[in-house]
């Protein structure tokens, strides 16, 4: 069972991928978008580091919940709300729950990827963080290692879609052959999750 | 609705020169003595491009005077972050809406509407009336 203490982890380690990551993203960002989307989401999981050592909340909803929320407030651009809606739908989906089991995690996170579905209007194709994310959950029944698998070649395969959300829709065809930065970024997420999980499980071992 | 309450305008850009510009030109079309509350939530805390969720809910709180807030937005990330604010419940007056309209057109139709003391139905519906002014 996972209790909110792996939820904390999970977002420590995303923080950590994404400061690393952070110039990448960036230059992923360069060509098709306006070139903030490390920096962003930087300042965005440095404040979910933040406020979760501050308010250190005790059940893995209310973990996923504050850092969404805290997204939403501090990325500044489109990539806070969709990653806030992410977290936030996904710790609602929890509940109260002290513990919860990886198949409810994994039904959570579809209901988050739902929500972002909404929330943005992309579906798979659109070259965008939902092409990572849909395959990533759905693999998630099987292990956190394959959906993080899924979560990394669903962000290769956006490299020749044409966009078809956001600023880069606005590019057209100029927008095939770069690979998407928030479908890259939610990769990062992913794996940071895995790596959570497969730590966890290297340590209970 | 309190008796001659405004409905509320909140004009929220990528840029806080644009949301501050655009509110002052629908002010000063809707004339003198017209009392609307408007305010604009342009880019980042810190002054940049972007949007920002802590500016949009200090705006909308600035000009709920009971009535109802109307949201106008730019584009991306403020429209996603209206909706997300508005998802969360409690950031927003209770009685806030994104209102889906033109920026510019939008926010002027919005404030000469409010001056007049329509609900905040009436002026939404303005406001999205100004997408059908066709330009050619």
Do not use: C
Request: glycine share 12%; proline share 4%; hydrophobic share 50%.
């Amino acid at each position: 069972m996972l209790h909110a203490d792996f939820f904390r982890r999970w977002m420590t380690a995303a923080a950590a991928s994404v400061e690393r990551e952070a110039e990448r993203l960036t230059a992923l960002d360069s060509p098709i978008g306006d070139a903030d989307h490390g920096s962003n989401l930087h300042r965005g999981f440095a404040a979910v580091v933040a406020v979760l050592e501050k308010d250190a909340p005790d059940t893995p909803g209310a973990v996923l919940v504050l850092a969404g929320r805290q997204l939403i407030s501090t990325v500044g651009g489109a990539s806070g709300p969709l990653y806030g809606t992410l977290l936030r739908r996904t710790g609602k989906a929890l509940g109260d729950a002290v513990e919860v089991s990886e198949g409810q995690l994994a039904d959570a996170l579809r209901a988050g990827v739902d929500a972002v579905m909404t929330l943005g209007g992309a579906a798979p194709g659109d070259k965008t963080m939902i092409d990572a994310l849909v395959p990533a959950v759905a693999a998630l029944d099987e292990s956190f290692t394959a959906a993080r698998s899924a979560a990394e070649e669903g962000a290769l395969a956006t490299t020749p879609l044409q966009a078809r959300k956001g600023r880069a829709s606005y590019l057209g065809e100029r927008s095939i052959g770069h690979q998407d930065p928030g479908a890259t970024s939610a990769a990062l997420l992913i794996a940071a999750l895995a790596d959570t999980a497969e730590h966890r499980e290297a340590t209970d071992a | 609705m309190p008796a001659g309450a405004r409905v509320g305008i909140v004009l929220v850009s990528h840029s806080a020169a644009v949301a501050a510009s655009v509110a002052e030109l629908a002010k000063g079309l809707a004339g003198a003595g017209a009392d609307v509350p408007v305010a604009p939530a342009g880019g980042t805390d810190d002054g940049g491009l972007g949007t920002s969720a802590e500016l949009i809910s200090a705006a909308a709180a600035s000009v709920d005077r009971g009535a109802g807030v109307a949201v106008l937005t730019d584009l991306g990330s403020a429209v996603l972050t209206v909706k997300a604010l508005l998802a969360e419940g409690d950031e927003l007056p209770g009685s806030t809406r994104l209102v889906d309209a033109p920026f510019v057109e939008g926010a002027v139709a919005a404030v000469v509407t409010a001056s007049t003391g329509a609900d905040l139905a009436a002026v939404a519906a303005a406001a999205a009336e100004a997408y059908a002014y066709r330009k050619e």
